[in-house]
């Protein structure tokens, strides 16, 4: 009997006493771990990101070699006009690049460069358009809804301008100077300061669409929705986009016509094959002299901006300017293929001069946080 009972106790469970001591060192075990865990994951997320800019930077520099030009930023600055003006090429810098990537979408079914890429009169463009490409995409991005009529996007924006002010580091329309993506394409030697000095493309991952908050609008009427009012870059100076198929004999006349409206009728910026995917560096819209905000990731907090510089402004937040959600800094990919990152705290005038491709400036690379 007096074994039984031993037997008994011996199998007794834990008291409720420890049981707590045991959940509660599995949960301080847990809280210890979880950033390391989420830092190795964030880890892996910027290094696929940097990836991707990697592999367009191979296809930019097969473009290259295949072109002997660098293809078009998409949008770029008509200088015929004062201060210059925004103007648009028909393809973005993504479409141009794409038979490069490898892809074998574009080998079955290839874009026509010479329509828009949501144009009804050009019915592959949009289903090509349609298609969700990694190597467009940061695995970081939080802020990432998709598109009300399913068209691909991107978080990367071709940097095509700058119009930091090189004296304040305030934006100032009258000192924009273009970057190496320029309209109709650059050949090589043009970016003068160097391939290994003169930015092609940075993060600009947090776009979202009109709809979605903090419903992001572009400034600039879509062709296929603006009446025929909207203008394309012909080469020379900018014509409606019914005069550039004209030209092409691809249209007999008419208005064109498509899928994928916004509701102002707007350009969809945070689309890959939309040209004004690619954007000018303007700093922050509410950086002053007095008060400066940071050229990259400013205006970072709140989400959706501060009230004096909202995400739905242009320039505010990750609205056309260079903006990842890493911490620290942006990726950013150069002519020669190389990426690296950039700190958030960069002065801005030496990101105008990373920026621009033939102004020879000369600056510290230690000013530059890798």
């Known amino acids: 009997m007096a074994n039984f009972k031993r037997a008994k106790r011996a199998r007794r469970g834990f008291t409720m006493i420890e049981l707590l001591v045991i959940v509660s060192v599995i949960g301080l075990l847990f809280a210890l771990l979880l950033p390391a865990l989420q830092s190795a994951r964030e880890s892996t997320r910027r290094t696929t990101c940097q990836s991707n800019l990697r592999q367009q930077g ?34 973005s810098t993504f479409s141009q ?21 949501n144009d009804a009169a050009c019915p592959v463009n949009q289903v090509v358009s349609k298609v969700h490409f990694p190597e467009f995409l940061c ?9 009300p009529s399913g068209y691909g996007l991107t978080d990367y924006m071709p940097a095509v301008y700058t119009d930091i002010d090189p004296a304040s580091g305030i934006r100032n329309p009258m000192s ?4 190496a993506l320029r309209l109709g394409g650059t050949q090589a030697a043009q970016i003068s300061d160097g391939l290994s000095r003169t930015i092609a493309v940075v993060e600009d991952a947090g776009r979202t669409n009109e709809t979605t908050p903090p419903s992001m609008t572009s400034p600039y009427p879509d062709p296929i929705f603006s009446g025929g009012a909207a203008l394309v870059w012909n080469g020379a100076k900018q014509v409606s986009y019914t005069q550039w198929l004209m030209s092409k004999q691809l249209v007999s ?23 004004a995917s690619g954007g000018g560096i303007s700093g922050q819209a509410n950086s002053t002299t007095a008060k400066p905000v940071r050229a990259i990731n400013g205006n ?57 491709a033939d102004e020879q400036d000369i600056y510290d690379d230690k000013q530059v946080p890798n």
Not at 176 to 179: A, E, F, P, Y
Not at 253 to 275: F, I
Not at 300 to 320: E, K, T
């Open 300 to 356: 970072r907090f709140p989400l959706g901006g501060p009230p004096d510089c909202l995400w739905s402004v242009a320039n505010c937040g990750p609205n056309q300017e260079a903006w990842s959600w890493h911490t620290g800094g942006a990726n950013s990919l150069y002519c020669d293929g190389s990426v690296r990152s950039i700190g958030d705290a960069i002065d801005p005038r030496v990101l105008r001069m990373l920026i621009t």
């Open 139 to 147: 695995p970081s991005n939080a802020l990432r809804p998709a598109d």
């Open 58 to 91: 191979q296809a930019m520099s097969q473009f290259e070699q295949s072109r002997r030009r660098f293809p078009s930023g998409g949008e770029g600055t008509d200088l015929t006009q004062q201060p210059p003006a925004t103007a648009f090429d028909v393809p």
């Open 253 to 275: 006349g008419g208005l064109p016509s498509g899928d994928g409206a916004t509701p102002s009728g707007h350009r969809a910026m945070n689309r890959w094959a939309e040209p």
């Open 176 to 179: 924009r100077k273009n970057g």
């Open 97 to 117: 690049i794409l038979p490069y990537l490898d892809d074998e979408i574009f080998f079955t079914q290839p874009l026509n460069l010479e329509y828009a890429y």
